[in-house]
């Protein structure tokens, strides 16, 4: 159950539309060319774990952006690099759910409002612990920002070690299907990654929740 007073539905927020500010577009793709900067740069290795571990809860670039031109420099590094991702997504996860759990009104709904959620999360937050577990599955594998959902599990003090169980399924994943992609089709499958691979993963996973809704509720 989300805290009494973590959501203040004021007049001014009820008016506000739910879309990002032109000047925030011009920032997220000035942020977009310097991550991919960071792909060719010699301390690779670690911009990968630093971006996926802020992009858990703060920073908006997918580490899919270095991910992906790092594995087909060096296709061999594939799973390593996909573990690499992993580990700091999920470490990063837990900064998330601390500051939602901590430090709500400073720090997360400034930033929900900044990529525009404020307004939705506020919508879902009520009954969040009802599907919490699969939001995380959701999020950590669909184009859906991780970081809005790590964030969430904490200001709904979703049960840890379910948010840090379905962290790791989710983000393994989500990366090591990235990796096992490119290492077995190398460059030609990277527009189809880019661009597909996010609804993918959102169909299978529509498909796997009716199942079980399906199953559920005929038994």
């Known amino acids: 159950m989300l805290r009494t007073g973590v959501w203040n539905a004021g007049a001014k927020r009820a008016k506000r539309r739910c879309e990002v500010p032109r000047w925030n577009q011009i920032m997220l793709r000035a942020l977009y060319d310097w991550t991919m900067n960071l792909a060719a740069s010699r301390n690779a290795v670690g911009a990968l774990m630093a971006v996926s571990f802020v992009e858990s809860s703060v920073f908006p670039i997918p580490p899919d952006?270095?991910?992906?031109?790092?594995?087909?420099?060096?296709?061999?590094?594939?799973?390593?690099?996909?573990?690499?991702?992993?580990?700091?997504?999920?470490?990063?996860?837990?900064?998330?759910?601390?500051?939602?759990f901590y430090l709500f009104e400073s720090i997360a709904e400034p930033l929900l409002d900044f990529y525009g959620y404020a307004d939705r999360f506020s919508q879902f937050a009520v009954t969040y612990n009802d599907w919490g577990a699969w939001a995380v599955l959701i999020a950590g594998v669909t184009p859906f920002p991780f970081k809005v959902i790590t964030i969430a599990s904490g200001a709904t003090k979703l049960s840890l070690p379910i948010f840090i169980l379905a962290s790791v399924i989710a983000r393994s994943i989500r990366f090591f299907a990235v990796a096992g992609l490119l290492y077995v089709f190398g460059p030609p499958i990277r527009a189809f990654i880019e661009k597909r691979l996010g609804l993918v993963f959102t169909l299978a996973l529509g498909l796997l929740i009716g199942g079980f809704i399906v199953a559920r509720y005929a038994l």
Request: aromatic share 14%; charged share 10%; net charge positive.
């Open 65 to 100: 952006t270095l991910l992906i031109p790092m594995v087909l420099a060096d296709r061999a590094k594939a799973w390593w690099y996909a573990f690499l991702c992993t580990l700091t997504s999920v470490i990063g996860g837990l900064a998330g759910y601390a500051i939602g």
